[in-house]
């Protein structure tokens, strides 16, 4: 059975840091695009951030750039998100998401109003709570 599980998420302070994992079960994450994004109460779900399988080139959107950092843990079957610097706005469910497409790339025009309908499998999403 096919299944992303998305975990680390939590409470923190403005200023503070957060590691989320996106686990996979049944297949291999290394060889399949990997994406981020998150749903804050009362918007639509945005695209934070893409790995390729065919390049490995990373994409943010932009008001994560230099904050997060989107990685492969081969050993682990596991995609990170290393989400530093968090904002009061970075408040929201994550999920994990795949095309499960073998080496393509992320869309090149990443962003946050990149389409999910691009990634037919998601994880059960993680909360991410920034607040003082």
């Known amino acids: 059975q096919l299944q992303l599980v998305e975990s680390g998420g939590g409470l923190v302070q403005p200023g503070g840091s957060l590691r989320l994992s996106c686990a996979a079960s049944g297949f291999t994450l290394d060889y399949y695009t990997i994406a981020w994004f998150r749903q804050a109460p009362g918007k639509e779900r945005e695209g934070v951030s893409c790995i390729s399988s065919r390049n490995g080139i990373t994409y943010y959107e932009d008001s994560v750039k230099g904050r997060f950092t989107i990685s492969r843990d081969k050993a682990k079957n596991m995609v990170n998100l290393q989400m530093n610097s968090l904002r009061v706005e970075d408040t929201a469910v994550y999920y994990c998401?795949?095309?499960?497409?073998?080496?393509?790339?992320?869309?090149?025009?990443?962003?946050?109003?990149?389409?999910?309908?691009?990634?037919?499998?998601w994880g059960q999403g993680t909360q991410v709570t920034v607040s003082s």
């Open positions: 998401a795949t095309d499960l497409q073998p080496y393509e790339s992320c869309p090149t025009a990443w962003g946050p109003t990149t389409s999910t309908e691009l990634y037919p499998y």
